[in-house]
């Protein structure tokens, strides 16, 4: 019976699916309700925030009011509403500089005793090369029908993200994974901040460049370095990870862009703030992740997006956080 459902699950997730790369169809069976005294925000508490400077922009940059073209009148993915350009005008903000790490992520739950939504549900899903060769077999029955390398694992959180075995120990400097748009959102609140708006992550990618392609310009490896950790070699086969890693990087990993920004293309995708297509239970996310190839997810550009149901984790989304000015 659970298999059937599962199988159902995954067959009206394909129906919706609209030439994404395989990584939003992610989505948790919405009949998993969560018991009231259990929900996330269970232990987290206002009055904790007493403790935490109202207005700290450690780690992160001013990005001034400006007017950029947003968007693409190229699209890679015409589902995916890339176009067309327009112009969009962001208000002044701070953005965090570095995706969000498992030590920051770490810091928040032993203030808080925040529970994230993955150890909630008690799974999340993961990305089958990352389990260790013996694990792989055993899980054929969770697999997401149109992306069969993603699996639905018990015992995975951001604690676990690499398989219920797994730690975080030597891995405080990546970026925390497994947290749901819902997680990210009770972060930022938690430091007095927020998730970016689409349109103020979109302007921070782009770094004062006019319609280029990446944070750093239109060719991929300039110079003949690589300046994102994202897949290298054949997805999802082979990775050769040319650019150093396999799966997450460092969250201060790679040249930053102009802004000063590290990782807002690849390493993972990142939350924000708005609804995708009028959908208010989905949210945009930005930027690709180190699973992202161009013959696949050719979504590590500015301009693509996608997107994840708020409850959804994966081991490639994690998030970063923004600021409004204050007076
Ligand atoms: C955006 O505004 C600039 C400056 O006014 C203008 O040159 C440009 O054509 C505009 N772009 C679009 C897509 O409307
Ligand atoms: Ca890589
Ligand atoms: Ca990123």
Same mark, same amino acid.
Not at 280 to 285: H, P, Y
């Given at each position: 019976?659970?298999?059937?459902?599962?199988?159902?699950?995954?067959?009206?997730?394909?129906?919706?699916?609209?030439?994404?790369?395989?990584?939003?169809?992610?989505?948790?069976?919405?009949?998993?309700?969560?018991?009231?005294?259990?929900?996330?925000?269970?232990? %987290?508490?206002?009055?904790?925030?007493?403790?935490?400077?109202?207005?700290?922009?450690?780690?992160?940059?001013?990005?001034?009011?400006?007017?950029?073209?947003?968007?693409?009148?190229? /699209?890679?993915? +015409?589902?995916?509403?890339?176009?067309?350009?327009?112009?969009?005008?962001?208000?002044?903000?701070?953005?965090?500089?570095?995706?969000?790490?498992?030590?920051?992520?770490?810091?928040?739950? +032993?203030?808080?005793?925040?529970?994230?939504?993955? #150890?909630?549900?008690?799974?999340?899903?993961?990305?089958?090369?990352?389990? /260790? #060769?013996?694990?792989?077999?055993?899980?054929?029955?969770?697999?997401?029908?149109?992306?069969?390398?993603?699996?639905?694992?018990?015992?995975?959180?951001?604690?676990?993200?690499?398989?219920?075995?797994?730690?975080?120990?030597?891995?405080?400097?990546?970026?925390?994974?497994?947290?749901?748009?819902?997680?990210?959102?009770?972060?930022?609140?938690?430091?007095?901040?927020?998730? /970016?708006?689409?349109?103020?992550?979109?302007?921070?990618?782009?770094?004062?460049?006019?319609?280029?392609? %990446?944070?750093?310009?239109?060719?991929?490896? /300039?110079?003949?370095?690589?300046?994102?950790?994202?897949?290298?070699?054949?997805?999802?086969?082979?990775?050769?990870? #040319?650019?150093? %890693?396999?799966?997450?990087?460092?969250?201060?990993?790679?040249?930053?862009?102009?802004?000063?920004?590290?990782?807002?293309?690849?390493?993972?995708? #990142?939350?924000?703030?708005?609804?995708?297509?009028?959908?208010?239970?989905?949210?945009?996310?930005?930027?690709?992740?180190?699973?992202?190839?161009?013959?696949?997810?050719?979504?590590?550009?500015?301009?693509?997006?996608?997107?994840?149901?708020?409850?959804?984790?994966?081991?490639?989304?994690?998030?970063?956080?923004?600021?409004?000015?204050?007076?």
């Amino acid at each position: 019976m659970y298999l059937y459902t599962i199988l159902i699950i995954f067959v009206l997730n394909v129906l919706h699916c609209t030439g994404d790369c395989g990584c939003s169809n992610l989505n948790r069976e919405k009949k998993c309700k969560i018991d009231e005294d259990e929900t996330p925000s269970g232990k %987290y508490s206002r009055e904790l925030n007493d403790n935490i400077n109202a207005f700290n922009t450690y780690n992160m940059v001013l990005i001034n009011k400006d007017t950029f073209e947003m968007g693409t009148n190229k /699209p890679v993915f +015409e589902s995916d509403h890339e176009g067309p350009v327009r112009n969009k005008t962001v208000e002044s903000f701070y953005l965090d500089i570095y995706e969000v790490s498992n030590q920051n992520f770490k810091d928040f739950v +032993e203030k808080t005793g925040y529970k994230t939504e993955a #150890e909630t549900y008690g799974d999340s899903f993961v990305f089958e090369m990352i389990l /260790p #060769e013996s694990e792989r077999k055993e899980y054929q029955d969770v697999r997401a029908v149109q992306a069969p390398w993603w699996i639905k694992l018990k015992d995975i959180s951001w604690l676990h993200p690499e398989g219920p075995h797994s730690t975080i120990e030597n891995k405080l400097n990546h970026p925390v994974i497994h947290v749901s748009w819902n997680d990210a959102v009770k972060y930022c609140e938690f430091f007095n901040k927020r998730l /970016p708006t689409e349109a103020e992550w979109e302007m921070a990618c782009r770094a004062g460049l006019k319609q280029k392609l %990446y944070p750093w310009g239109n060719k991929l490896n /300039p110079k003949g370095k690589q300046w994102a950790n994202i897949w290298q070699g054949n997805f999802p086969e082979e990775n050769t990870a #040319e650019d150093g %890693y396999q799966f997450t990087s460092p969250v201060d990993e790679f040249p930053p862009n102009k802004f000063g920004l590290f990782n807002m293309a690849g390493n993972v995708w #990142e939350w924000t703030q708005d609804d995708w297509l009028g959908d208010s239970e989905s949210k945009v996310k930005k930027g690709g992740s180190f699973l992202c190839h161009e013959s696949y997810c050719y979504r590590y550009r500015c301009a693509a997006r996608s997107f994840n149901t708020k409850d959804t984790s994966a081991g490639n989304l994690g998030f970063r956080c923004a600021m409004d000015i204050q007076p």
